[in-house]
């Protein structure tokens, strides 16, 4: 209701609408029913072997709604006793519906965390049901298949619930529903379903669905995957001289190298490198940069073909001497 008048953004001494006082008298006259709601303090039979939590959760365009029970066995069967439940109001920003399923599964997880964190009876087991095929659907995948905002939220709830104990429910068997969608007082004094969760959960197992495929709501938020060529155009051995000069000498005493290697001892050369040798070992760094720059100019003019009309080179009457260089 306050976000509701937020929403309107109404001065402070403004008349609400007529729809909000009606939902304000309703509230107003129904407070005084809080009292015929009795809860017992104690949740624990006398006789027991096992406790289980089961949690269900739903969401609506108004709030995200979690409820907990707890499940023990003993010898006369299951009982099954209501332990928590939490609201959340939904954001004013609109987010889609599945999107504001997973935060109320988010919700849960997070409760039921709570809950078996400061329970003296340990749990064996924590269950969990939602009405949302495509909240199953994204629990079903590594968090990494989708989006950002759901991956993080599908990695914190895996991290307490994993996808194993996670079942379809039917809304009508979802006690969360009065949660999300909210319920008057005078009706939840006698909401079984609220109180006492769905009668499947007096059975041995449970017999909650879970979707064979990927709802096309689901693949919205799956993980663009994007391809990157990276080329490389640059030699990275240029990146590793400082200078100019010290490029050229080191390529001249590798090509000098090269040579001694396919000649005798007493024919090698070990002088000082000559200016022949220094304008040849640029000429090949030349010859590399003008290939990595101009590929296609550089093949066609060495066949006598003329160059693409686009090219930037086509202005400067381009040629391949007898040295190979453009």
């Known amino acids: 209701m306050m976000q509701k008048l937020w929403f309107l953004k109404l001065d402070w001494d403004a008349t609400v609408p007529d729809s909000v006082k009606e939902e304000w008298s309703r509230y107003r006259d129904e407070l ?32 995200c709604g979690a409820v907990v029970y707890l499940r023990s066995k003993g010898n006369n069967g299951f009982q099954i006793s209501l332990v928590a ?47 949302s095929t495509v909240v199953l659907a994204w629990l079903k995948e590594h968090p990494k298949h989708w989006d950002t905002y759901v991956a993080n939220r599908v990695s914190a709830i895996q991290e307490i619930i994993p996808y194993e104990n996670w079942f379809h429910v039917p809304g009508i068997e979802n006690p969360a529903d009065s949660a999300s969608r909210g319920i008057r007082t005078s009706e939840l004094v006698t909401h079984a379903l609220w109180w006492q969760g769905p009668k499947f959960l007096l059975e041995e197992k449970f017999n909650g669905g879970k979707p064979d495929s990927i709802p096309e709501e689901a693949l919205k938020e799956q993980r663009k995957r994007v391809i990157v060529n990276h080329v490389c155009l640059e030699d990275t051995i240029l990146h590793r001289f400082s200078s100019h000069s010290k490029l050229q000498r080191v390529t001249a005493y590798m090509r000098r190298f090269m040579a001694n290697c396919k000649v005798k001892k007493a024919k090698r050369n070990f002088s000082v490198l000559s200016a022949v040798e220094l304008q040849e070992a640029l000429f090949i760094w030349v010859k590399l940069v003008q290939q990595n720059e101009f590929p296609a100019e550089v093949t066609l003019l060495k066949i006598q073909k003329s160059i693409p009309v686009k090219s930037r080179l086509r202005s400067l009457n381009p040629f391949v001497d007898e040295a190979g260089l453009l």
């Open 85 to 131: 439940g939490k609201t959340k109001v939904a954001p004013l920003q609109q987010k889609s519906l599945p999107r504001l399923e997973l935060n109320a599964a988010v919700l849960l997880a997070h409760l039921m965390k709570s809950i078996a964190d400061s329970f003296i009876l340990k749990p064996e087991k924590l269950w969990a049901f939602t009405d």
């Open 32 to 63: 005084s029913i809080l009292e015929s709601i009795k809860i017992p303090r104690c949740i624990k039979p006398i006789h027991d072997t096992s406790y289980e939590l089961v949690g269900f959760s739903d969401a609506s365009e108004t709030a």
